[in-house]
């Protein structure tokens, strides 16, 4: 099997890595110590360049300090933004690579999915994905060792992507983690109101969210119906906007960060 190789390194974040390091340190020695919160089962974080939305996706990146050596597998999900795709993809090859190192997949997982309503193999939709490639810098920081399951959600119905996640999800060894940033394009005023709205809305465990709320809204509606996630408590752990931190605030992108225990 090949490896995915990086296609949004140099771009979306540090092509070298100690470059890409040192970033990560710094977002992450920036971002608030959570205190005594409880470990997380699952995230949402953002997707954008690290400029743009790194300080956000730290925010909740942090709580995954404690479980350096309990996290063993993570089951990654994010929208499609290159290819149209109808359903879920997963890819046929051996590991990702970013400039800190590769990352195995978890075949066995990704095979006992394989056959499940809505899942197909698709490498064109992850050859040029950056939702899932950005989160595995820092995930590559925070965790020991771990497998990575990639899961690409196109256009999918809500109950099929809960099924995956439910089969996924594992005990205290498996992190699930959604990719997602919230509105797009929108003056700052308009965004902070609707975002805001989006947040209380994914707090409250909402399963219907639209793609003007969240572009991975189909990954998030599916954690919130799966079975197990309708059990878990959300927190909010931070919300801005690219004008809040390297953006023109005339139009913004919003990002939300989320912990599911």
Not at 58 to 85: D, F, Q
Not at 190 to 213: F, H, M, P, Q, W
């Amino acid at each position: 099997m090949t490896v995915r190789e990086p296609a949004v390194a140099g771009t979306f974040y540090p092509g070298r890595p100690a470059r890409l390091r040192e970033t990560l340190e710094d977002f992450l020695a920036e971002a608030r110590d959570p205190g005594e919160m409880p470990p997380p089962k699952a995230l949402i974080v953002p997707h954008a360049g690290y400029v743009y939305s790194g300080p956000v996706a730290a925010s909740v990146y942090r709580r995954l300090e404690p479980l350096r050596e309990n996290i063993r597998r993570v089951v990654l999900l994010g929208p499609a933004h290159t290819v149209y795709l109808e359903g879920m993809a997963v890819p046929d090859v051996a590991a990702f690579e970013t400039p800190l190192g590769k990352v195995g997949l978890d075949r066995p997982a990704i095979e006992s999915i394989s056959a499940m309503p809505g899942v197909v193999c698709s490498n064109a939709a992850h050859a040029r994905e950056h939702s899932l490639e950005v989160q595995l810098p820092f995930l590559q920081m925070l965790l020991d060792q771990f497998l990575l399951v990639p899961i690409v959600v196109g256009h999918c119905d809500t109950d099929q992507v809960a099924a995956v996640i439910d089969a996924l999800w594992g005990g205290s060894e498996t992190l699930i983690l959604i990719s997602s940033d919230l509105s797009h394009f929108l003056p700052y005023g308009e965004a902070r109101e609707l975002d805001g709205n989006t947040c209380r809305r994914i707090v409250d465990k909402c399963s219907s969210l639209s793609g003007e709320e969240a572009c991975g809204a189909y990954a998030i509606n599916g954690l919130m119906r799966s079975r197990h996630g309708r059990n878990m408590v959300v927190e909010a752990v931070d919300l801005r906007n690219s004008g809040d931190t390297a953006g023109d605030r005339r139009r913004v992108v919003g990002y939300g960060a989320f912990a599911l225990h």
